[in-house]
């Protein structure tokens, strides 16, 4: 059974940063896309980030700032986030899918077969 844990989610103010992790289990790590989206309160759920393979992926509003890294030994995704925004407060969610699909982007939410329960970020003005 697949198991995403994700971790490090909190306060902090605008301009300052964060590291979130993503534990693993019961999936080869390095044999699928991990991804992390989030949902802000009344909005629907949107992409921020992925990796698959040696590629990175970034909506346009995150990149720059927030950078995506895995480490297969570990099976452990991270999302460190700096210079972060009061929009960018969302609960965090990890997310896993299978490298082999051919039908859908890592963009997209419905690539992604298994979820974790999400770390709440918030940042102050």
């Known amino acids: 059974q697949v198991q995403l844990v994700e971790s490090g989610g909190g306060l902090v103010q605008a301009g300052g940063s964060l590291r979130l992790s993503c534990a693993a289990s019961?999936?080869?790590?390095?044999?699928?896309?991990m991804g992390w989206l989030r949902q802000a309160p009344g909005k629907e759920r949107e992409f921020v980030a992925a990796?698959?393979?040696?590629?990175?992926y970034y909506a346009s509003s995150v990149k720059g700032r927030f950078t995506i890294s895995g480490d297969n030994a570990k099976n452990t995704v991270y999302l460190q986030m700096n210079s972060l925004k009061p929009e960018d407060t969302a609960v965090y969610y990890c997310?896993?899918?299978?490298?082999?699909?051919?039908?859908?982007?890592?963009?997209?939410?419905?690539?992604?077969?298994?979820w974790g329960q999400g770390t709440q970020v918030t940042v102050s003005s």
């Open positions: 997310a896993t899918g299978p490298n082999n699909n051919k039908y859908r982007s890592v963009y997209e939410l419905a690539y992604y077969d298994y």
């Open positions: 990796i698959r393979g040696s590629g990175t």
């Open positions: 019961g999936r080869t790590f390095s044999s699928y896309s």
